[in-house]
């Protein structure tokens, strides 16, 4: 079985680079600290614990998700603002855009008795029409358990990002993410993967910050789940890293929709947020 390759935590971008691009997945271990990890558990188990299982084979019938993580969760922000991930998805997006956007957030608890969520690249949100050339997607799934081949660490098929469109994985060559709690998987949208079986009691409790080109669509409407009012309260990175900012001159710009002659015209969506 193929092995992902695990870096500590002061590793450096580059090297997460090198390793994502050769394999398609790398592990830091234990980004987090004990008291952060307790701090995202307290933020995000009281949405988890209400919420009910999904209802597709995909999403899993055992499986609970929880988006809008921006808007919940303080601890979720700081994750996706974090120095050495930022620097990592720049340069590892770099070749394909001039800026880069928040482009899903969702915890993931996978529940006793769920079997394996069917393997795929999450590029196909976008059907398939985008180059394979371009690469689309910079993906986190930080762990929040830990995350083990019992308990649901996500499947993984190192390489399988370079491979051609039709080929599908032997047994063989899948492998798992598993990873110590506070520790993050980071992997490509190119690259083959799913969830795991969990044949434990415990759940397995991840949170998926996902990163996309800055003219693409974003798979979680970010402005529905972090509408204005919920982004005011964030910093400006982090709501420029939602979306309210313009990608490249002019993507994303808005107008104020009020009386003639009143308001905005053509205006940044970081003016939103000027008074
Ligand atoms: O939770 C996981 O381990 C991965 C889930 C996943 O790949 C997905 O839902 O697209
Ligand atoms: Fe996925």
Redesign the pocket.
């Known amino acids: 079985m193929p092995e992902l390759v695990h870096l500590p935590a002061n590793t450096t971008a580059e090297l997460v680079v090198e390793v994502l691009q050769r394999d398609g997945g790398v592990i830091v271990d234990n980004i987090l600290s004990a008291q952060q990890l307790d701090t995202l558990k307290a933020e995000i188990m009281p949405y988890v614990d209400l919420c009910q299982d999904g209802k597709s084979d995909?999403?899993g019938k055992q499986t609970r998700r929880v988006g809008a993580l921006m808007a919940r969760s303080p601890m979720c922000g700081e994750m996706a603002l974090h120095p050495l991930i930022n620097s990592a998805c720049g340069q590892y997006l770099a070749p394909f855009c001039d800026g880069y956007q928040l482009h899903f957030s969702q915890v993931?608890s996978?529940g006793e008795g769920e079997g394996r969520?069917q393997l795929?690249k999450?590029r196909s949100v976008w059907g398939g029409y985008v180059p394979a050339k371009i690469e689309t997607q910079f993906s986190t799934?930080w762990a929040v358990t830990d995350f083990t081949e019992e308990n649901?660490?996500?499947q993984v098929v190192p390489g399988s990002h370079l491979w051609d469109k039709e080929r599908l994985p032997k047994p063989e060559e899948i492998t798992c993410?598993a990873m110590s709690a506070g520790s993050v998987f980071i992997y490509s949208g190119s690259t083959i993967?799913?969830?795991?079986a969990n044949s434990t009691q415990q759940n397995r409790i991840?949170a998926?910050l996902h990163y996309t080109l800055n003219w693409l669509r974003q798979e979680e409407n970010q402005y529905l789940s972090c509408p204005p009012a919920s982004a005011q309260k964030l910093s400006e990175e982090l709501r420029d890293l939602v979306g309210y900012s313009r990608g490249g001159p002019v993507l994303g710009f808005f107008t104020q929709p009020v009386g003639p002659g009143e308001g905005l015209e053509l205006a940044s969506p970081k003016r939103m947020f000027d008074v």
């Open positions: 995909f999403s993931v996978i969520q795929h999450d799934i649901g660490a996500t993410a993967h799913g969830g795991g991840g998926l």
